[in-house]
């Protein structure tokens, strides 16, 4: 894709001033009360799982800057109180990594200059984001989540890196697995880009390594067509190294800087897939509950599907 | 309360072995399937409300330890890979700390030497723990939450530093309600400490302070006795002085290391009390999700109602 | 003084060029080999003396953002390579600030957009200095340091929050103690700050404060004419609340922006004065190594004087 | 080495008891005043030169937990009180590394649960090193520096990873340099570990990658008997794999535990060579400043040598 056809995608795929010119929550407009209603509604067999990857602390190819990790207190000297005694710890992160299950908040991104709405770059100071920052999603983030699992279409493990995802074949996906990605939903993504991870071990999937598969950039158009409500990707939808000239990550510039869609990375559904099979199906309640960090530019969080 | 009369009430309470003696859920086990359908069944009008305090990064008499949060990068800088360009940030954290809304691990308390289920406290090391850690909760607690709202009961704005709520105003308070802690039920309780501190600002809240207003130990047995899943309160649920020879944080000595029950520390109300108030419910599903932090005592959280 | 006065001050101590255009040691340009030699000259009794407070972990008013000191390892959990063993530690500092002994690097400061050498301060960016880092200094500064020991002067024990010493009183100084500061000296300026901080504890020594004792900017015309080569200060050099209408820190202004001074904060000299009343002398040799901190402000350090 | 004849080397260098029971500077204690004079006393050219490598932010083989350093303030954001502005940043950092200049405390290293002078291990706690933390050094290390070049003696450019340097070699050095290392003297030993790294790039120096050039334990009894006061290696003295039979890093525990010397690791002596080189000369004085931190295991520095 020429960088040209690339902006005018952009442009066609853009939600600046579609909910005022003051509006935060982008694609969220998207979810209604009743669609919190209906993923409610899902919930039968009362299980819950995880979409987070295991914090992982060590470093690798694609965890070049490891969370740290330490006790601030353990039992092994006495508590100035007495009875009873804490042990107590200590997390310092980078959490935008290419290992870190994390949300993106909307001023994560730019391109060309502007944020989503269209609003200025350099709202984004030492001090934090002035605007657009993770607290936009401060009350969570409720509904129906839907997987399509291409591995699963596909028939292998997982999907190999710089393998791009047609709209054609999410749209395979919906029929192979018997669901459709509706207005409001939470649109849950696999490559098994974790489940390479796990089996294979770490590899560097940026730029400078072998890369990872995403979505091809006409799946963007059906994510926009459906008004999909929120992107919860393993990987992070990007197929590096990208198709787009001149554009290393496009996705995220469609995604937030354009649509203003809520953007997570890294997750993991391994875990899920298992449930998923058990129970004949790939929909369920979602809840995505980011730190109300202010002035972030997102949050690691630990998103929870309940069936 | 004696020394001896609070050991006497730690046996009372004590949760050891009931669920195995390698069981490291404790009064989750009291959480079925059954609760979490009941608990998405009270999913009406679609409100979601958070329940954490915003993190705070500035300094204070009850926040000496306050969370580093820096850019990692902004847009001030050329990207390397050209457009899109990134804003990224890092966030390092004590999170247990008396205004950071966080959930303990079951590991977080000894008493005598004891974790929950008579497990040893130095199985707490340096590298962390290797029982009993935050990632015991991995898929998040879900089910129904209720509110016990005394400042709404006695018709303050909070409760004073220093005051306990006894077994008898617990029970009051549901009447008033009219709600009932059942078994395997959230249990949100509320002195308006978050309250205080918005109105008045922060306060030293410790033994060294002006101490914090929370449960008295009679309540206890009534959290026993009703089967109580989990515990999320404003505040921590200490009182501060506490009334027990010799115990600084007799409830935290309780609940998580004789009980084993799942415990928060320094959540917020101030939402949610008004759309309780709004929909004049005091129930609703409440969503939980600690970060998978291996060997982890705790979690920094953002919990969610859902009404 | 008023703004306009101020600016007339700057331009007359400003050694914008006079080292060249791509200078980025101000200063220390005035220290020679000779003034090395005769630095170490000094050394007769060899006692060695640090001038550093010792890290100060506590919250304070004065340290509203304390260091994070905390054990990577410990001997309470095995190593996985058998004997010996090894306990670590990880330290997280903000350094820059009123109670920790550092250094500043010449792109710490900058005064209507301009830092050192008129050079633009967006040389400073998310990614750190580009230009005037710490490591301009990074094979230390070596020469002679002579003590002005106001308090000692004043029979005090120590200046009080806002006053100011001026040229005169410094000149005293020098006629009192026998010394007289000259080219390319390192001159330590005591006021008696953290003698203040031991006795009388903690305070708020910024603008929304108590403040500070310093250098009238009359005295740093002095610095100027003697040709200072660094400045080593207990507290930081400014008076606080200035006495310069609309500046807040006027000799950070002059000295590390106008005068490319080598310029440190929070020191403390009561050890060292100890020696120097025991020694009768108020001149020794100084060493002081900045961490090779690439894109760093400034750096913690341990300023060595050597009898 | 066999780890019985291990531990009678450990025995025949073991300065426990030797300068009290409670002392805590260990072979310190043979540097006098009269060094400290001589040390100065080489000062002639004025030139110092840095023996710290620049802080290393690069994830790599031998740097898995690279330093956080971030901008906590730059020129972008307003200052609340006006000019001048300041940019500052911040550091957090596990110092202990393989690619990061330190110096240990002797609470570094235990021997079978001995620290130096016989104490326990258990001093040190989650709350840091009750004794023998790095502020026993607080006034710093100032003596004479003798440099042996080992590369430049064998005419390499460094020695491969698994070389032990033998006590003959040393004294050969000695000899092809016209130098002796004697009684509290700093000893600077040079395999060339950063040279190649500059060279080659980084790599694993530890037990699971390709090892590191050092001393053989031989050489111990040399530096025992020539009474060295501290010791300043590039790498960390060690060769890996070690020789010794069931003890990974024999040197740390020969020169720390047994003889409480002060050491440091990975130094670098590339700047440091050309000006010997230049002045035909392999002694000089040495600057050793660590942090004065309560506590700690060690700290990062800088260390200075001046000729």
Redesign the interface.
């Known amino acids: 894709m020429s960088a040209k056809e690339f902006d005018e995608l952009f442009n066609k795929v853009c939600n600046w001033g579609r909910w005022g010119t003051d509006d935060v929550r982008g694609t969220l407009n998207f979810i209604?009360?009743?669609?919190?209603?209906t993923?409610?509604?899902l919930?039968?067999?009362?299980?819950?799982?995880?979409l987070?990857?295991?914090?992982n602390?060590?470093?690798g190819p694609d965890n070049?800057?490891?969370p740290?990790?330490?006790?601030?207190?353990?039992?092994?000297?006495p508590n100035r109180?007495?009875?009873?005694?804490?042990?107590?710890?200590?997390?310092?992160?980078?959490?935008?990594g290419d290992c870190h299950t994390h949300i993106d908040a909307l001023?994560?991104?730019?391109?060309?200059?502007k944020l989503y709405n269209g609003r200025p770059?350099?709202a984004?100071?030492?001090?934090?984001?002035s605007i657009m920052d993770i607290?936009a999603y401060?009350?969570?983030i409720?509904g129906r989540g839907v997987l399509l699992d291409i591995p699963r279409l596909r028939r292998v493990k997982w999907l190999e890196p710089g393998e791009a995802v047609t709209r054609e074949e999410l749209e395979t996906a919906e029929k192979a697995q018997g669901v459709r990605l509706a207005e409001g939903d939470i649109f849950l993504f696999r490559t098994g880009h974790h489940r390479r991870r796990l089996e294979l071990g770490p590899w560097n999937n940026g730029?400078n390594g072998e890369g990872r598969a995403g979505l091809d950039t006409s799946s963007i158009l059906m994510l926009h067509e459906r008004k999909i409500g929120a992107f919860l990707p393993d990987g992070d939808g990007e197929v590096v190294p990208s198709n787009v000239e001149?554009?290393?990550?496009p996705i995220?510039?469609l995604q937030i800087?354009a649509m203003g869609m809520a953007c997570c990375d890294s997750l993991q559904f391994e875990?899920l897939v298992n449930v998923c099979e058990l129970e004949r199906r790939w929909e369920f309640?979602v809840?995505v509950?980011?730190?109300?960090?202010?002035?972030?530019?997102?949050s690691?969080?630990?998103?929870?599907a309940?069936f």
């Open positions: 209604t009360p009743a669609h919190v209603r993923a409610a509604s919930v039968h067999s009362g299980r819950s799982v995880s987070e990857i295991p914090i602390k060590l470093a070049p800057r490891p740290s990790h330490y006790m601030v207190q353990t039992y092994d000297a109180l007495g009875q009873p005694q804490f042990a107590k710890d200590y997390l310092a992160w980078e959490f935008h001023c994560h991104v730019a391109y060309k200059g770059s350099n984004v100071t030492s001090q934090g984001a607290t401060a009350h969570g409720v730029y001149g554009v290393a990550y995220h510039a800087a875990e309640m809840v509950a980011p730190l109300r960090l202010p002035g972030g530019t997102g690691p969080f630990n998103p929870i309940i």
